[in-house]
């Protein structure tokens, strides 16, 4: 008899520890880490949780072991994430933060997420992106970017002349008010992203802006 319940407790104990292996694996793949690849290194920032936006960029955040392409749909293979790096940013008021370096220097795409991750919605919206790229002509530092009269262009052709790419209008957060996913290059060739979204007001505002090593 005392076999018997020896036998049992241990049964439920394996059984219990199952259940927390389980338990514990679930959480680490809904963290939600979204972010971009530039020169072999992959920058985390932005994250959600309780359907609030987090800014990861210039903090100590986790790194994802393999990221994918968050806005194309195509069978592109995953990317590994070799390790985790700190560094401190000497040209950005000396930010800390984290990456991880992947396997593969060029990549088709820019913008990656934990492959763990739901499939994002995104879409191309001519007047979303023509909104924006009219308040960044405004913008104080937007406006070194665009001119007024570079407005009367076409998307594709705001994009090639002033280095301003919009990679996707999305709904992350789930709040009813769009996010856009930039990419800049600056005078010496480095590329920098911004996520800017409307507020209540319907204005935009940034959300975050992160150039590596940016002088």
């Known amino acids: ?22 338990h514990s694996s679930a959480n680490k793949t809904t963290a939600s880490i979204y972010g971009y690849v530039q020169d072999g290194n992959f920058h985390p920032i932005l994250s959600i949780k309780k359907s609030q936006i987090i800014v990861l960029a210039g903090s100590h955040s986790n790194v ?22 700190t ?19 060029e990549l088709p795409v820019l913008f990656y997420k934990n492959i763990d991750l739901v499939d994002i919605e995104s879409k191309d ?18 406006k070194h970017f665009i001119s007024k009269a570079q407005l009367s262009l076409s998307i594709e052709d705001i994009a090639m002349e002033t280095g301003v790419n919009i990679h996707a209008i999305t709904d992350i957060d789930g709040n009813n008010r769009y996010e856009v996913w930039v990419s800049y290059e600056l005078m ?11 507020d209540e007001s319907e204005e935009w505002t940034l959300v975050v802006n992160h150039c590596f090593m940016c002088d």
Do not use: C, H
Not at 1 to 22: C, E, G, N, P
Not at 188 to 198: F, L, R, S
């Open 188 to 198: 010496y060739g480095e590329i920098g992203v911004m996520v800017y979204q409307k």
């Open 125 to 142: 919206d001519e007047i979303q992106s023509m909104s924006f790229y009219s308040f960044f002509s405004k913008d104080n530092w937007g």
């Open 87 to 105: 560094y401190k940013d000497i040209y950005n008021r000396n930010e800390v933060g984290s990456m991880g370096k992947v396997s593969k220097e």
């Open 64 to 85: 994802p072991t393999a990221i994918e392409p968050m806005f194309v749909k195509s069978p592109l293979e995953s990317i590994k994430v070799i390790r985790t790096e």
């Open 1 to 22: 008899m005392i076999k018997l319940i020896r036998f049992y407790m241990r049964y439920i104990f394996v059984i219990f520890l199952l259940f927390i292996s389980m």
